[in-house]
């Protein structure tokens, strides 16, 4: 990235894009979790007694 | 004999640190006593300005040897500029953190990283006053409003410019009460200010135990340059979440945190000396850190205005600007700001989704800055 003004166009131009992506892609994620639910259950009373 | 005993006394100032004091020092004494007046008086961060102030002000006595190689606030510093101290700050956080409200909410997750156009402003106002790119990026993260990745980066990017960004970084974000609403209320209507959220879905045991983990392995794949620092906060929330492991999730949270803090807040103050401290630099960086903070505000609120073109349910868009990840600072912000005009619309929750996604955005945005820039 060359270190002049248009340099810190296009890392700023190129990292908030791809920032926006990235983060969205966590949020395909996120959105995916509730399908966990049905593999399997965790019975919190239980890990709450075992604790350490 | 008279001029052998003047001689005698004058080698002896010559060895106090009085000789050696400057007016620079006596500016940047009273600017710490400032900040334990603030820490003290008015309830500023006094968890970080006892401890930064104190220890500038020993910094600019000369003399002593607590900054020099062989004193404790010497090895502190040492400490951040190995980057020891940063992931461990995180790993407290993690440990202290609920991440229910992200995990409830991924459609507001994308406010993590609209509200990070303040990082880019700053970075190429800083390219404009001359700055080099390095620089210029470590100077634009303080948009990011997250102390241990401003501390990460800037070590990795211009550690001369530690004292400076550090100091800004936690400045600005003990001071987000006063700069965000403003901005907030600039680019909402009384109406929007007013737009109530749908109560969130609970969140099962099962998918908090699940979210360290699989965040830890995405960020190690994607984001590498920044894995110390997340998988650390992922880490410190695994502990809290799995809760057979309360003793060692309440060391990270709270005696090792007080550690890690005073060793942070003592190795900060240490760098603020004078002859380094008290130059141009330094003032535009702190105006540049104020830049990236308002246009951060800004894009946050006006990121929700626009993903609510492509809603059927509208968020409210002060939860945009908690996407600045100063948790929990900026989603207090928003929760305030909308109680003025509806006092009983509790945006708390809701606000922290936006929040916690601002500390992974603002480790993306750090981690592809590094890439970009060449920098391991």
Known sequence: MPDALYGALMLSFIDFFTSMVMISGIGVVLA????????????????????? | MIEQVLSFLGALMDQTGLAHLWWGNVVMIAIGCAMIYLAIAKGYEPLLLVGIGF??????????????????????????????VPPLIFFGVGAMTDFAPMIANPRLVILGAAAHLGIFVALIGAKLLGFTLKEAGAIGIIGGADGPMAIFMTVKLAPHLLPQISVAAYSYMALMPLIQPPVMKLLTTPAERKIRMKQSRQVTRLEKIAFPIVIGIIVNLFFPPVAPLITMLMLGNLFREVLVVNRLARTAANDLMNVIIIVLTVAIGSTMAADKFLTIDTIEIVVLGLVAFLFGTGSGVVGAKILNLFLKEKINPLLGSAGIASVPIAARVSHNVALQYDKENFLIYHAMGPNLAGVFGTAISGAIMLALLGVH
Do not use: M, W
């Not at chain 1, 593999?39 to 239980?46: H, N, S, W």
């Not at chain 2, 040897?65 to 090895?75: A, I, K, R, S, W």
């Open chain 1, 32 to 52: 995916l979790f509730p399908l966990l639910n049905r593999l399997a259950k965790i019975d919190e009373e239980a890990l709450r007694k075992s604790h350490h």
């Open chain 2, 55 to 84: 220890s500038c002000i020993i910094s600019n006595v000369p003399g002593s040897d607590l900054t020099q190689p062989g004193g404790l606030f010497h090895y502190a510093y040492e400490g951040v500029q190995l980057l020891v």
